[in-house]
């Protein structure tokens, strides 16, 4: 079992959807959450991060954690064409670094 | 703003060369860290390092080895070069942040191919 799962899609959303991207993770050590976007051909960008369970807010984005169920989540408002891109979640601890496979995300005009 | 930096963003190599990827970070962290790319096959951790001069395998080892004589410079090497490790090869370094928190910063990649 991977220690971070996460769907890879593709997910295709019309322009003006709200977009919910998700993972869950095995390790309850894990302390620190963190989201990035991927364009083709580009290294990842780091988009938020969160520290223990909560919510983080960010313009159109929501970054959420709930260490009781092992879940983290990425929201996206008001989804624009620019945003398609690869949506890879990350947990933390220590020197420990693990990363999702990744979600391509599709936003349609 | 430029936090990690990778020395080249694409390198065309021949099978059997010894191949030096670079990466340097700004941001004094500590742990710093050698992926692959794949379709599919999403990040895969090749090594990583704690501090200078320590290292630690990481899933998929085998064919690298990596040099961190200075903090803030981790390199990847390829003993061999050979036609399966064409790939995209990011570097990321972590460490606390002023702020308290931690964070994890990507170099923009290198695009390695091999013939």
């Known amino acids: 079992q991977k220690e971070v799962e996460q769907d890879p899609g593709p997910l295709s959303v019309p322009e003006g959807a709200i977009v919910s991207l998700n993972c869950t993770y095995s390790?309850?050590?894990?302390?620190?959450f963190m989201w990035y976007r991927q364009y083709s051909r580009k290294g990842p960008e780091l988009l938020m991060y969160t520290y223990s369970s909560g919510n983080k807010e960010d313009g159109r984005f929501t970054a959420q954690v709930d260490k009781s169920s092992k879940y983290i989540s990425l929201f996206i408002r008001d989804s624009q064409p620019s945003d398609s891109a690869t949506y890879l979640c990350a947990a933390l601890y220590g020197n420990k670094l693990v990363f999702g496979a990744g979600t391509i995300l599709r936003v349609k005009s | 703003d430029v936090k990690v930096t990778q020395s080249s963003r694409y390198l065309v190599k021949r099978t059997g060369e010894k191949v030096f990827l670079e990466c340097v970070q700004d941001m004094d962290h500590e742990n710093m860290f050698w992926y692959r790319q794949d379709p599919g096959l999403g990040l895969r951790l090749i090594y990583f390092s704690y501090d200078v001069k320590m290292k630690e395998k990481g899933d998929i080892p085998e064919g690298y080895s990596v040099s961190r004589e200075k903090k803030e410079r981790f390199s990847l090497i390829l003993e061999s070069a050979s036609t399966n490790q064409t790939s995209m090869y990011l570097c990321?370094?972590?460490?606390?942040?002023?702020?308290?928190?931690?964070?994890?910063?990507f170099g923009q990649g290198t695009r390695l191919t091999v013939v």
């Open positions: 990321a370094s972590t460490g606390v942040e002023s702020r308290g928190g931690t964070e994890a910063f």
């Open positions: 390790n309850s050590a894990f302390q620190y």
